[in-house]
T-cell receptor, first 113, second 115 residues
Framework: AQSVTQPDIHITVSEGASLELRCNYSYGATPYLFWYVQSPGQGLQLLLKYFSGDTLVQGIKGFEAEFKRSQSSFNLRKPSVHWSDAAEYFCAVGSGGSYIPTFGRGTSLIVHP | DSGVTQTPKHLITATGQRVTLRCSPRSGDLSVYWYQQSLDQGLQFLIQYYNGEERAKGNILERFSAQQFPDLHSELNLSSLELGDSALYFC??????????????FGPGTRLTVL
């Protein structure tokens, strides 16, 4: 069965600083990989996804993620964080014929002014 | 605003009771998914319905059931409630949900508190 690990429960960055959120997955074949964001009181919103092809994926809100098969990782990055990026971020993996994501436990991003 | 609506926003009830959560998908979406988000388990997929029929099942307890009606809205029924059922319940919808990938759009959730 597939699984996702987000090693960092909380990440604190200063506004304007760069950001990298870590995600490691466990799955035998090439997985479908997702990053979602959950703002307070909101549902989840898809930031980006990877199915195949170019391993560097661009998403909404200036986010990007890179699929590294050798490291079983799909880390999320942003070059300059804005205060409005403070939220909970979830990495997720789907597999086989199922696009229903299995979610990691999430990383809470705190942005200091 | 994702276009997915969920009612009620908050629900407080007692152990042993039964509640019904409602979800209206985005216009034109045929698939509805239910998820449970709790501190213990994180975000877990419960069940998917596609055009009125159960399509996929996740970690849904036998005390829980769902259905999708002809107008495509869905209800999640939770019975014999326990303290551990306290959680945020999300509904998501997608255009299809068979074969090819379609993005899921999430509603704002229903927060259930069992006392």
């Amino acid at each position: 069965a597939q699984s996702v690990t987000q090693p960092d429960i909380h990440i604190t960055v200063s506004e304007g600083a760069s950001l990298e959120l870590r995600c490691n997955y466990s799955y035998g074949a090439t997985p479908y990989l997702f990053w979602y964001v959950q703002s307070p009181g909101q549902g989840l919103q898809l930031l980006l996804k990877y199915f195949s092809g170019d391993t560097l994926v661009q998403g909404i809100k200036g986010f990007e993620a890179e699929f590294k098969r050798s490291q079983s990782s799909f880390n999320l990055r942003k070059p300059s964080v804005h205060w409005s990026d403070a939220a909970e971020y979830f990495c997720a993996v789907g597999s086989g014929g199922s696009y229903i994501p299995t979610f990691g436990r999430g990383t809470s991003l705190i942005v200091h002014p | 605003d994702s276009g997915v609506t969920q009612t009620p926003k908050h629900l407080i009830t007692a152990t042993g009771q039964r509640v019904t959560l409602r979800c209206s998908p985005r216009s034109g979406d045929l698939s509805v998914y239910w998820y449970q988000q709790s501190l213990d388990q994180g975000l877990q997929f419960l069940i998917q319905y596609y055009n009125g029929e159960e399509r996929a099942k996740g970690n849904i307890l036998e005390r829980f059931s769902a259905q999708q009606f002809p107008d495509l809205h869905s209800e999640l029924n939770l019975s014999s409630l326990e303290l551990g059922d306290s959680a945020l319940y999300f509904c998501a919808s997608s255009v299809s949900g068979r074969g090819t990938y379609n993005e899921q759009f999430f509603g704002p959730g229903t927060r259930l508190t069992v006392l």
